[in-house]
C-alpha cells in the first residue's frame, strides 16, 4: 500500500516563473489537502478537496496560486509568477472521507526555491 | 482562526528520559490531534483524542486532555533517539483542513 507521493522532491526555479507541483494520494481517499511550511512553522492550510471540487480554498494566499484535482485522485498545485516569497515546503495529504476526526496522511513534500 | 500553541518551543533530554509539550488552544474543542514531523518533511498522525476524553494511551504516547483550560499534553516515556522530531498539535476547528501552531522540537540525546 502506496502512501501519498509527491513530486517533484525538490524544485528550483527563477523568481517570475510557473510552477506545477503534483500529489497522489492514497487510493480511495476523497479528501485532499494542500498545506505550506515556512522553516520554523507549522504547516499553514491552503485549499481542501472532496473529490473533484475545491471544499475550501480559504488558505490560498493570493490568485497566483490554484489547484486542480479534475478526476478526484490527482492533484496539481499551479503557481504562477514565483516570488522568493514562495520559498517552502508544499505539503499535500489525504484522508478517507474528510471528516474532522479522520486521520491525515501527509506526503513528503516538495522543497521549492524561488532565487 | 484558532490554532493550538505548543510549548516549549525546543525541549532537549537524554535517551529514556521523558518528555512533556504542552499545547493550550481558544476555543471550545470536539478533538484534538497530535502529529510528529521527522526531518522537516511528511507529518505522521500520532493519537486522537476526543473533548469527552480526558488521557489516551497509545505504546510510550499519554495525550491528556483538559477542556476547562484549553490545554492538552503529549507524553513521550523512555524517549529514544529515534522519537527527535517536531511535534504539533492540531484542535478541532471545526473545519476540515488542520491548523498548526510553531510546533515543540525535541531533541532526545543518545
Known amino acids: 500500500g502506496a502512501g501519498v507521493s509527491q513530486t517533484p522532491s525538490n524544485k528550483v526555479t527563477e523568481k517570475g516563473k510557473y510552477v506545477e507541483l503534483r500529489c497522489d494520494p492514497i487510493?480511495?481517499?476523497?479528501?485532499l489537502y494542500w498545506y505550506r511550511q515556512s522553516l520554523g512553522q507549522g504547516p499553514e492550510f491552503l485549499i481542501y478537496?472532496?473529490?473533484?471540487?475545491?471544499?475550501?480554498d480559504s488558505g490560498l494566499p493570493n490568485d497566483r496560486f490554484f489547484a486542480v484535482r479534475p478526476e478526484g485522485s490527482v492533484s496539481t498545485l499551479k503557481i504562477q509568477r514565483t516570488e522568493r516569497g514562495d520559498s517552502a515546503v508544499y505539503l499535500c495529504?489525504?484522508?478517507?472521507?474528510?471528516?474532522?476526526?479522520?486521520?491525515?496522511?501527509f506526503g513528503p513534500g516538495t522543497r521549492l526555491t524561488v532565487l | 482562526s484558532q490554532q493550538g500553541e505548543e510549548d516549549p518551543q525546543a525541549l532537549s533530554i537524554q535517551e529514556g528520559e521523558n518528555a512533556t509539550m504542552n499545547c493550550s488552544y481558544k476555543?471550545?474543542?470536539?478533538?484534538l490531534q497530535w502529529y510528529r514531523q521527522n526531518s522537516g518533511r511528511g507529518l505522521v498522525h500520532l493519537i486522537l483524542?476526543?473533548?469527552?476524553?480526558r488521557e489516551k494511551h497509545s505504546g510510550r504516547l499519554r495525550v491528556t486532555l483538559d477542556t476547562s483550560k484549553k490545554s492538552s499534553s503529549l507524553l513521550i516515556t523512555a524517549s529514544r533517539a529515534a522519537d527527535t522530531a517536531s511535534y504539533f498539535c492540531?484542535?478541532?476547528?471545526?473545519?476540515?483542513?488542520?491548523?498548526f501552531g510553531s510546533g515543540t522540537r525535541l531533541q532526545v540525546q543518545p
Open positions: 483524542i476526543r473533548s469527552n476524553e
Open positions: 476555543t471550545s474543542i470536539n478533538n
Open positions: 495529504a489525504s484522508s478517507s472521507q474528510g471528516g474532522r476526526t479522520d486521520e491525515q496522511f
Open positions: 487510493s480511495g481517499h476523497t479528501a
Open positions: 478537496f472532496q473529490g473533484t471540487g475545491a471544499a475550501d
Open positions: 492540531a484542535p478541532d476547528t471545526g473545519r476540515r483542513a488542520l491548523t
